[in-house]
T-cell receptor
Framework: GDSVTQMEGPVTLSEEAFLTINCTYT??????LFWYVQYPGEGLQLLLK?????DKGSNKGFEATYRKETTSFHLEKGSVQVSDSAVYFC???????????FGIGTKLQVIP | DSGVTQTPKHLITATGQRVTLRCSPR?????VYWYQQSLDQGLQFLIQ???????AKGNILERFSAQQFPDLHSELNLSSLELGDSALYFC???????????FGQGTRLTVV
């Protein structure tokens, strides 16, 4: 079945550091890939998406590239801020009927 | 604000009881999904409905059931509650299948 493997956290970075959160997936066919973010006490919000190979999704300084050859969708940001502290979920959507499969989530803590 | 409304926001109940969680999807969205988020299990897909019909089932216990009504709102019924059912329950909706989902703020269920 479909699965998403995400690096376990927590990840602690200093403000303005470079961020990478790794995500790899297993899926049949050609899934769409997403990153969701969950701020403390809130629901999940879509951060960015990519629907086909080599697409780059970007939003709020975050970006991720759909790499079919390595089945990866790593999340990156050049300079993190304290306000980026949250839990980040990698997810995929595949199949004839929509079922979004999530990774375990990676908690990011950015310290001043 | 994602446009997905979940009620109640918080629920405290005793073991053995039954509760109903309600979800109103974004206007125009036909698909509704339910997820359970607990500390030890992460984000688990429970069930999906599309335009009133069950489309996909995940790790949903037999004590749990759901339905989507003609006005497209959905309810998740949890019965014979156990301490381990304490979790955040999220509803998400999407306009159609194979599009990204938008999440509600969640219902925090505490079973005592």
């Amino acid at each position: 079945g479909d699965s998403v493997t995400q690096m376990e956290g927590p990840v602690t970075l200093s403000e303005e550091a470079f961020l990478t959160i790794n995500c790899t997936y297993t899926a049949t066919g050609y899934p769409s890939l997403f990153w969701y973010v969950q701020y403390p006490g809130e629901g999940l919000q879509l951060l960015l998406k990519a629907t086909k190979a080599d697409d780059k999704g970007s939003n709020k300084g975050f970006e991720a590239t759909y790499r079919k050859e390595t089945t990866s969708f790593h999340l990156e940001k050049g300079s993190v801020q304290v306000s980026d502290s949250a839990v980040y979920f990698c997810a995929l959507l595949s199949g004839g009927y929509q079922k979004v499969t999530f990774g375990i989530g990676t908690k990011l803590q950015v310290i001043p | 604000d994602s446009g997905v409304t979940q009620t109640p926001k918080h629920l405290i109940t005793a073991t053995g009881q039954r509760v109903t969680l309600r979800c109103s999807p974004r206007s125009g969205d036909l698909s509704v999904y339910w997820y359970q988020q607990s500390l030890d299990q992460g984000l688990q897909f429970l069930i999906q409905y599309y335009n009133g019909e069950e489309r996909a089932k995940g790790n949903i216990l037999e004590r749990f059931s759901a339905q989507q009504f003609p006005d497209l709102h959905s309810e998740l019924n949890l019965s014979s509650l156990e301490l381990g059912d304490s979790a955040l329950y999220f509803c998400a909706s999407s306009v159609r299948e194979r599009t990204e989902a938008f999440f509600g703020q969640g219902t925090r269920l505490t079973v005592v």
